[in-house]
C-alpha cells in the first residue's frame, strides 16, 4: 500500500498524477490551506488537523489528540510506503514516525526550492535562542523523538533524519548534500500553448518577515511595472493572503498604469497557467515558479533586480538558480515575451511511480531502533 501525505493543494494534485488508477493507494491530508479531496481517487483518505497551523501547537492537549488521532487511525505495515513533499509540518515527522516503527518505505518528493535550499547543506549554522526553544518544544509536545530544525543563514528548517527517509525524488538534476538516495523523475505536466501577450504574477507576503508593509508596496509596484510590456497581466494573491491585505494591495495596485486581472483566490497557480497560458511568470522568489517553468511558462525571478538578495536564504537561492543555469533579468526590459530563463529542461527521466515501484521492494535501510537524533 502507497500513501501519500499531502500539506497543499499542489501535493494533492501532484499525487493525483501519479495514481494511474491504482487501488493500492490512500490519502493522507495534513491541510495548511482549503482544497477539496476526491475521495474515490483513494482506497482511504484521512485527514488531520495541525496545531501547529492553527497556532495553537504550545497548547499541549491539541497535540496530543491528533498524536492519538493518528495512531488509532494509520496501522502502517513493512510493505507499505509513506510518500510525503514537505518536511516542514511536524505533524509529517510525526506520521514518518509511526511508518519507520513498522519498516516501511519512506519517500520524499522536493517541495521546489525550501527543497533545494535546505538539502544542499548538510551542517546547520548554529541554533538562535527562538529555533532552539521551537524544536525542543516540538519534541516534547508531540513527542517527535527526531524532530531536528536547521539554521541556514537565519531561516528556519525543519529536517526530517535522513536515515528515516529511503529516497528522495527531484524533477530537476541538482546537487543534494544529505545522506540519502537520489533520483530524478519526469515532472507530470507540460503545458502545450502559450499566449506571447500575457503574463502572470504570483504574490508573495514577504513583508510578513523580510520588510515592512510599506517597503513591500514599493517593490510590489514596481514589479507589476516591469511586466507593462505584457497586454494582459494576472495577479495571483498568495493563499496564506487575508482578504484586508489584498483589499490594500488592490488599492495599491489601482494606481498603476497596468490593467491587472485578479485570479479566482481558489485556484493554485497551476490552474491559473492552465486556464491563461502566460509565456512568463514573474514572482520575487516564489517556488511556484519552478512548478510553472516545468509546464513550459518562463520564470522571472525578481529579488536580484530589486536588490533584496541581501537576505540570507535569499544567496542560498542565488546558489540553486546559478547552478541550474538561470539568467537573471538584470533590467526590466528583458522581462518580455522574448525572455528566456535558461533553466534546465526536464525531459527523458522516468515517472514518479516508475520509481516508486522500483524501490519498494529492496531491503530497508537501518531500523528505527538506530536513528540518532539530530542534536
Same mark, same amino acid.
Given at each position: 500500500m *502507497?500513501y ?7 501535493h ?6 501519479h495514481?494511474?488508477?491504482s487501488?493500492?493507494i490512500?490519502? *493522507?491530508?495534513?491541510?495548511?490551506s ?5 475521495s474515490k481517487s483513494?482506497?482511504?483518505t484521512?485527514?488531520f488537523?495541525s496545531?501547529?497551523? &492553527?497556532?495553537?501547537w504550545l497548547?499541549v492537549i491539541?497535540c496530543?489528540i491528533?498524536c492519538?488521532? +493518528?495512531?488509532n487511525k494509520i496501522h502502517p505495515k513493512k ?6 513533499y514537505? %518536511?516542514?509540518e511536524?505533524?509529517?515527522h510525526y506520521i ?5 516503527k513498522a519498516?516501511a ?7 521546489g526550492?525550501p527543497?533545494?535550499?535546505?538539502n544542499?547543506?548538510?551542517?546547520s549554522?548554529p541554533l538562535?535562542?527562538?529555533?532552539? +526553544?521551537?524544536q @525542543?518544544?516540538?519534541?516534547y509536545?508531540a513527542k ?7 539554521n541556514v543563514?537565519g531561516?528556519r528548517?525543519a529536517?526530517i533524519?535522513d536515515?528515516l ?5 527531484y524533477y530537476r538534476? *541538482?546537487?543534494?548534500q ?9 515532472? !507530470?505536466n507540460?503545458i ?7 503574463a502572470l504574477f504570483?504574490?508573495? $507576503?514577504?513583508y =510578513?518577515?523580510?520588510?515592512s508593509?510599506d517597503?513591500? &508596496?514599493?517593490?510590489l509596484?514596481?514589479?507589476v511595472d516591469s511586466?507593462a510590456?505584457? %497586454?494582459?497581466?494576472y495577479?495571483?494573491?498568495h $493563499? @496564506?493572503?487575508?482578504?484586508? +491585505?489584498k483589499n490594500?494591495? @488592490?488599492s495599491i495596485?489601482?494606481?498603476?498604469k497596468?490593467n491587472?486581472?485578479?485570479v479566482n483566490?481558489?485556484d493554485?497557480v =497551476?490552474?491559473?497557467?492552465?486556464k491563461?497560458? !502566460? *509565456?512568463v511568470a514573474? &514572482?520575487?522568489f516564489?517556488?511556484?515558479l519552478?512548478?510553472l517553468?516545468?509546464q513550459?511558462v518562463?520564470p522571472?525571478f ?10 540570507? !536564504?535569499?544567496?542560498?537561492?542565488s546558489l540553486v538558480l546559478n547552478?541550474l543555469?538561470?539568467?537573471f533579468?538584470?533590467?526590466?526590459l528583458? +522581462?518580455?515575451k522574448?525572455y528566456v530563463s535558461g ?7 522516468k515517472?514518479?511511480s516508475?520509481?516508486?515501484? %522500483?524501490?519498494t521492494?529492496?531491503?530497508e535501510?537501518? &531500523?528505527f531502533?538506530?536513528?540518532a537524533?539530530?542534536?
Amino acid at each position: 500500500m *502507497i500513501y501519500y501525505l499531502a500539506n497543499h493543494k499542489y501535493h494533492y494534485e501532484d499525487a493525483l498524477h501519479h495514481l494511474h488508477n491504482s487501488k493500492d493507494i490512500n490519502l *493522507i491530508s495534513v491541510p495548511h490551506s482549503k482544497f477539496l479531496i476526491n475521495s474515490k481517487s483513494f482506497k482511504k483518505t484521512y485527514k488531520f488537523t495541525s496545531p501547529w497551523v &492553527s497556532k495553537n501547537w504550545l497548547c499541549v492537549i491539541p497535540c496530543l489528540i491528533v498524536c492519538a488521532e +493518528i495512531r488509532n487511525k494509520i496501522h502502517p505495515k513493512k510493505s507499505d510506503t509513506l510518500v510525503l513533499y514537505s %518536511e516542514y509540518e511536524p505533524l509529517n515527522h510525526y506520521i514518518v514516525e509511526i511508518f519507520k516503527k513498522a519498516k516501511a518505505k519512506v519517500c520524499l518528493i522536493e517541495d521546489g526550492i525550501p527543497s533545494y535550499i535546505q538539502n544542499a547543506y548538510i551542517e546547520s549554522d548554529p541554533l538562535t535562542i527562538k529555533q532552539l +526553544i521551537y524544536q @525542543r518544544l516540538t519534541k516534547y509536545l508531540a513527542k517527535i523523538k527526531n524532530y531536528q530544525v536547521i539554521n541556514v543563514r537565519g531561516a528556519r528548517h525543519a529536517r526530517i533524519c535522513d536515515k528515516l527517509i529511503d529516497f528522495v525524488i527531484y524533477y530537476r538534476s *541538482i546537487s543534494m548534500q544529505r545522506n540519502i538516495t537520489q533520483f530524478i523523475a519526469q515532472y !507530470p505536466n507540460q503545458i502545450l500553448e502559450l499566449n506571447s501577450n500575457t503574463a502572470l504574477f504570483v504574490n508573495q $507576503p514577504i513583508y =510578513e518577515g523580510y520588510l515592512s508593509f510599506d517597503k513591500y &508596496s514599493e517593490y510590489l509596484v514596481k514589479a507589476v511595472d516591469s511586466l507593462a510590456s505584457f %497586454e494582459k497581466v494576472y495577479f495571483k494573491f498568495h $493563499p @496564506r493572503e487575508k482578504r484586508e +491585505i489584498k483589499n490594500k494591495i @488592490r488599492s495599491i495596485l489601482k494606481h498603476t498604469k497596468q490593467n491587472l486581472i485578479y485570479v479566482n483566490d481558489d485556484d493554485n497557480v =497551476e490552474d491559473v497557467a492552465r486556464k491563461y497560458k !502566460p *509565456i512568463v511568470a514573474a &514572482s520575487f522568489f516564489s517556488s511556484a515558479l519552478m512548478s510553472l517553468q516545468a509546464q513550459g511558462v518562463e520564470p522571472v525571478f525578481l529579488y536580484k533586480l530589486f536588490k533584496l538578495d541581501e537576505f540570507g !536564504p535569499l544567496e542560498n537561492l542565488s546558489l540553486v538558480l546559478n547552478e541550474l543555469n538561470y539568467n537573471f533579468p538584470e533590467s526590466k526590459l528583458e +522581462i518580455n515575451k522574448n525572455y528566456v530563463s535558461g533553466l534546465k529542461s526536464i525531459s527523458g527521466f522516468k515517472s514518479v511511480s516508475e520509481i516508486i515501484r %522500483e524501490n519498494t521492494s529492496t531491503k530497508e535501510k537501518t &531500523s528505527f531502533g538506530n536513528e540518532a537524533a539530530f542534536d
